[in-house]
């Protein structure tokens, strides 16, 4: 059974740091694209970073230059730091991996997404 994990979320003054991780079970997070979402209440959720399968990152707009997405294969671990926080990124982050499909050998791509329960950043002024 996959299983993510998410935890270090909690609240923050503006300008504050945090560092969030998953923790992820029954599954090897280097074989697929592994994201961080986040969401807003009343609002839809939104993709804050992307790790490829090789490793490769890429940011929101909303958050290049403060947050860091990474992962460690071996610990088989997710992490989000996140620094300079503002008012506007409090919200419910995610931790989400592409489906393995092991019978193809192949990444369902945005199709059967895992994903954890959430752990939320709460910014205060």
């Known amino acids: 059974q996959v299983q993510l994990l998410e935890s270090g979320g909690g609240s923050v003054q503006a300008g504050g740091s945090l560092k969030l991780s998953c923790r992820v079970s029954?599954?090897?997070?280097?074989?697929?694209?592994v994201y961080w979402y986040r969401q807003v209440p009343g609002k839809e959720r939104e993709l804050i970073s992307t790790?490829?399968?090789?490793?490769?990152?890429t940011y929101s707009n909303l958050v290049q230059g403060r947050f860091t997405a990474s992962r460690d294969n071996v610990a088989n671990m997710l992490y989000l730091q996140m620094n300079t926080l503002k008012i506007e990124d409090t919200a419910v982050y995610y931790c989400?991996?592409?489906?393995?499909?092991?019978?193809?050998?192949?990444?369902?791509?945005?199709?059967?997404?895992?994903w954890g329960q959430g752990t939320l950043v709460t910014v205060s002024s």
């Open positions: 989400v991996a592409d489906q393995w499909k092991s019978f193809f050998g192949t990444c369902a791509t945005l199709t059967g997404a895992y």
């Open positions: 029954g599954y090897i997070i280097s074989r697929c694209n």
């Open positions: 790790i490829m399968n090789d490793g490769t990152t």
